[in-house]
C-alpha cells in the first residue's frame, strides 16, 4: 500500500518535472529564430527546423489513422494538396493571406477526409489502402484539367513581403504551432475513449464492433482528423513555395514520407512520429551531403523502410520502449 | 457520335482491354495465392519494359518476342523476391499491411534504382507495328495494340489451362481456396506460394514488353499504372482471375469513350471514379467473395 502511495507521488512530481522540461523546450524553439537578429544567416538552420514541424505535424496526423487505428492510408498528401489549393486560390484571386486562412484549408481537408472516409472505409485492409492511392490519382488528374488553378503546369502567387533575411521566420513559427497542436492533439486522442476505441479496431475490429465501439463512425472520425493539419501544413508550404503544382503536392512522395517517419519512429505511439520525423530528415540530409541529391535517394528510402519494417517493426519509440530504454522525457503513452 | 465513330471507340477500348488484363491478372494472382496487395506489380513491369526496350535498341530485338526473355527473368526475379521478403512473414493480423508496405518500399527500390540508370527520360520501342494500323473500310485497328490483345489474351488462356490443368495448377488453386485444408492434404503451399508470385512477376513482365511499344514509360510512370491496375483488380474482385479480365474489358471500353467525349487527359479518372463506386455499391467487387480483413 504504502510502496504504491510512493509510486504515484513519484509519478505525479516526475509528469511534472517533465511537463517543465518540454515547456523549456518550446521556449528555446520558440527563441531560436530570434537568433537571426544577432547573428544572421541562420537560414538553413531556420528552414530545416521548419521543415520539420511541418513533418512533425503531417506524421503525427497520419498515426492517428494509420498507427492507431490501424489503417494503413498512401494517400494523405491528398489533404497537402486540398490545403494548399484552398489557400492558394483565396491568395492568387482574392488576395488574402495564408497565414489567415490556413485553419479553413484545414478545416476543409477535414471535410473531404469525413466524406471520402465515408466511402472508402466501408472496407478493410488492402482494399482501402488501394482506395487511398486512387484518391491520390483522382484528385491529380483532377487538378491536372483545371484550368482556373492553371492545370499541370499550376499557378504562383505572389511572395511574402518581408525581406529574403527574414522571410522563413513567420513560415517558422507557424510550422512550430502546428506541429505543436498535432502532437497534443494526437496525445490528447492517445489517452481518450476514443483512442482506446481506435486501439481496439486496430486489434481487432470485429471484436470491438461486438463490444460495442461504433467502429465506423470512430474510423471516419479518425481518417477526417488526421486530415486537418495535415490540410493546414499544405496551406502553408504552398505559400511558402510561393507556386502551386499537382506534381508538387500529388507525388507519393510525400505520403511515403509520412508513413515512413511514422513506422521509423513507432506506430501507435505519441512520441514516434516526432522521433521519426527527426530522425528521418536527418539520415536524409546527411545522405543528400554526402552522396549528391540522386534518384538512389529514393532506393535508399524504400531500403530504409524495408529494414525498419523487417527488424524493428515497432520503430524506435516501441523498440526501446520495450527493452525498458526509452527515455522517461519521450514515455508520452 | 456516329454508329462508326462509336464502333471504332469500342474497338479500340477492346483492343487494349487484352494487354490490361495480362497486367491485372498477374496482380490477381499472386493476391488471390498469398493475400499480398503488391505494390511494386507495376514497377517490375517498367523493369521488363526496359529489358525489351534495350533488347530492340541494341539487338533489334522485337519487343513482342522479347517476352521469351523477360517472362523467364521476371518469374525468377519474382520468385527470389517472395524468398527473400515474404517467405517467412508470420501470418497475423497485420501481414496485409506489412506486405502493402513492403511492396510499397520495393516499388521505391525499383523506381530508384531505374531511375539511376535509365534517368526519368520518356522511352518508347518503335517496331514498325508500333505505328500502322489495319483498316477495313471506314474502321481502323492500331496494329500494335491488337497484336499485344491477342498475345495478352492467349497468355491468360495459358494460364488458366495451367492452374486448371496440371498438378501445380490445382495445387495453387488448392493455396487459393484455402492455404489451411491445402497444406494438410499435403500441398506445399511455401513452394506453391513462390511459384504463384514468380508467375505473377512473370505475367508483369510479359505486360511490361508490351507496355514497351505501346506506352511511353519512365520509372517513376509505375504509381499511375499500378493505381490503375488495383482498380482494375479491386472492381473484379480481389484474387478473381474472371474478374480481372471482365474488369479489365468493362473499364478500358468505358475509359476509351471518356476520352472521346472528354479529352484523353480525363480517361484514366475512369478506372478510379469505378473504383470508388464500386466500392460504396459493392466493396467485395464483381466476382470477389466477401472480404474479411485480409
Redesign the interface.
Known amino acids: 500500500m504504502t510502496r504504491n502511495r510512493v509510486q504515484t507521488v513519484d509519478k505525479t512530481s516526475f509528469m511534472k518535472s517533465k511537463g517543465t522540461f518540454l515547456g523549456a523546450f518550446i521556449v528555446l524553439l520558440a527563441l531560436f529564430p530570434l537568433l537571426q537578429f544577432v547573428t544572421g544567416s541562420l537560414n538553413y538552420w531556420l528552414y530545416m527546423f521548419l521543415y520539420t514541424f511541418m513533418y512533425i505535424a503531417m506524421s503525427s496526423s497520419w498515426n492517428i489513422i494509420g498507427g492507431y487505428a490501424?489503417y494503413?492510408s498512401?494517400g494523405h498528401n491528398v489533404f497537402f494538396a486540398i490545403g494548399a489549393y484552398f489557400s492558394g486560390i483565396l491568395l492568387v484571386y482574392y488576395k488574402v493571406s495564408p497565414f489567415l486562412t490556413a485553419p479553413f484549408a484545414g478545416l476543409v481537408a477535414m471535410v473531404v477526409g469525413l466524406a471520402v472516409g465515408l466511402?472508402?472505409l466501408?472496407?478493410?485492409?488492402?482494399?482501402f489502402?488501394?482506395?487511398t492511392?486512387?484518391?491520390?490519382?483522382?484528385v491529380k488528374?483532377?487538378l491536372?484539367?483545371w484550368d482556373y488553378v492553371g492545370g499541370a503546369s499550376g499557378m504562383s502567387g505572389p511572395f511574402l513581403q518581408i525581406s529574403r533575411e527574414y522571410s522563413k521566420m513567420p513560415f517558422y513559427y507557424a510550422m512550430l504551432l502546428i506541429a505543436m497542436g498535432a502532437v497534443y492533439t494526437s496525445y490528447r486522442i492517445r489517452h481518450s475513449k476514443f483512442g482506446l476505441g481506435l486501439r481496439a479496431i486496430s486489434?481487432?475490429?470485429?471484436k470491438a464492433e461486438v463490444a460495442g465501439i461504433p467502429t465506423s463512425m470512430y474510423k471516419i472520425l479518425a481518417f477526417a482528423i488526421s486530415g486537418l493539419f495535415v490540410g493546414i501544413a499544405g496551406a502553408l508550404w504552398g505559400y511558402y513555395l510561393t507556386y502551386l503544382k499537382p506534381d508538387i503536392f500529388l507525388t507519393?512522395g510525400i505520403a511515403?514520407h509520412m508513413?515512413l517517419m511514422t513506422?521509423l519512429g513507432g506506430k501507435g505511439t505519441v512520441a514516434g512520429p516526432v522521433v521519426g520525423s527527426i530522425a528521418f530528415i536527418a539520415i536524409n540530409e546527411y545522405f543528400v551531403t554526402e552522396l549528391g541529391s540522386?534518384?538512389?535517394?529514393?532506393?535508399?528510402?524504400?531500403?530504409l523502410?524495408?529494414l525498419v519494417?523487417?527488424f524493428f517493426?515497432k520503430g524506435i519509440v516501441g523498440t526501446l520502449k520495450e527493452r525498458g530504454k526509452l527515455p522517461a522525457v519521450l514515455d508520452w503513452d | 457520335m456516329t454508329l462508326t465513330e462509336a464502333l471504332q471507340v469500342l474497338l479500340l477500348g477492346i483492343t487494349l482491354g487484352g494487354v490490361y488484363a495480362l497486367m491485372a491478372s498477374g496482380l490477381t494472382l499472386v493476391f488471390g495465392v498469398m493475400r499480398i496487395v503488391n505494390i511494386a506489380h507495376a514497377s517490375l513491369m517498367i523493369v521488363a519494359a526496359y529489358i525489351s526496350f534495350q533488347a530492340f535498341k541494341l539487338y533489334d530485338l522485337d519487343p513482342i518476342l522479347s517476352i521469351f526473355i523477360t517472362i523467364p527473368v521476371m518469374f525468377l526475379f519474382g520468385a527470389g523476391l517472395y524468398k527473400l521478403l515474404f517467405a517467412r512473414l508470420p501470418s497475423d493480423a497485420r501481414f496485409g499491411e506489412l506486405t502493402v508496405l513492403l511492396t510499397f518500399s520495393l516499388a521505391l527500390i525499383v523506381e530508384g534504382v531505374l531511375g539511376y540508370f535509365f534517368t526519368n527520360t520518356y522511352r518508347s520501342s518503335n517496331p514498325s507495328y508500333a505505328t500502322d494500323a489495319i483498316s477495313f473500310d471506314t474502321l481502323y485497328l492500331p496494329r500494335g495494340q491488337f497484336y499485344a490483345t491477342l498475345i495478352s489474351v492467349g497468355l491468360i488462356l495459358l494460364l488458366w489451362a495451367f492452374l486448371q490443368f496440371t498438378r501445380t495448377g490445382n495445387a495453387i488453386r488448392a493455396t487459393m481456396q484455402n492455404p489451411t485444408a491445402a497444406q494438410v492434404v499435403g500441398v506445399n503451399v511455401e513452394r506453391m506460394s513462390m511459384i504463384a508470385f514468380g508467375l505473377g512477376t512473370g505475367l508483369g513482365g510479359a505486360a511490361g514488353a508490351m507496355m514497351s511499344f505501346l506506352f511511353t514509360f519512365y520509372p517513376g510512370k509505375h504509381w499511375e499504372w499500378v493505381a490503375i491496375l488495383l482498380s482494375l483488380i479491386v472492381l473484379g474482385g480481389m484474387g478473381s482471375l474472371l474478374g480481372a479480365l471482365v474488369g479489365s474489358f468493362v473499364l478500358t471500353i468505358s475509359a476509351a469513350y471518356v476520352s472521346y467525349f472528354f479529352g484523353p487527359t480525363w480517361s484514366p479518372l475512369t478506372f478510379f471514379l469505378a473504383l470508388f463506386v464500386i466500392l460504396l455499391v459493392r466493396p467485395q467487387g464483381m466476382f470477389g467473395k466477401k472480404m474479411e480483413a485480409a
Open positions: 490501424g494503413v498512401l466511402i472508402s466501408r472496407t478493410r485492409g488492402s482494399a489502402i488501394i482506395s492511392i486512387a484518391m491520390i490519382m483522382l488528374i483532377s491536372d484539367n486489434q481487432d475490429e470485429t507519393i511515403t508513413v513506422v540522386t534518384e538512389l535517394n529514393i532506393a535508399a528510402t524504400g531500403l523502410l524495408i519494417l523487417l517493426p
